[in-house]
């Protein structure tokens, strides 16, 4: 495999793992269910309701309200399960507000970080991949 196609993978795992996340918190049991096979192995996958939630906040005030270089961290005492979201940039990409933040989540054994890019488009925050980022604006 040639070193690009790893970039891509990578890339697309780690998309795969944010959206995962981000939508696994936000959905009921029964549609999280489905997504199983989709997160198998990460420490979402362990993630009970109250977690989800947590995150899920975290999330929303990392978005919305942190600073460049803050930190927000969540924490369940009940089950241990943690992490935090640092802020890591901000720009504009289309003439809407980004953020490069990243992601570090653990829960039991199973750790994982990622970086990721997300604009704010319309009233929602998307996922921009870095390919996206080095078209014209």
């Known amino acids: 495999m040639t070193p690009t196609l ?3 993978r990578i890339t697309t795992i780690r998309r795969s793992m944010l959206v995962v996340c981000l939508a696994a918190a936000a959905l009921p049991a029964s549609a999280q269910s489905q997504l199983y096979g989709t997160i ?14 947590l995150f899920r906040e ?3 005030k990392a978005l919305d309200e942190a600073a460049v270089d803050e930190v927000v961290r969540w924490k369940n005492p009940k089950t241990e399960s ?6 890591l940039s901000t720009f504009e990409w289309k003439k ?6 990243r992601v ?9 970080t990622s970086d990721f890019n997300l604009c704010r488009i319309g009233e929602k925050w998307k996922l921009v991949s870095p390919s996206q980022l080095t078209k014209a604006n």
Not at 82 to 87: A, N, P, Q, T, Y
Not at 96 to 101: D, E, G, L
């Open 6 to 8: 790893d970039r891509v």
């Open 40 to 53: 198998k192995g990460t420490p979402s996958e362990l993630f009970d309701a109250e977690d989800r939630r």
């Open 58 to 60: 975290a999330t929303k």
């Open 82 to 87: 943690h992490g935090e979201l640092k802020v």
């Open 96 to 101: 809407a507000p980004c953020r490069k933040i």
């Open 104 to 112: 570090s989540n653990q829960a039991s054994t199973r750790k994982a």
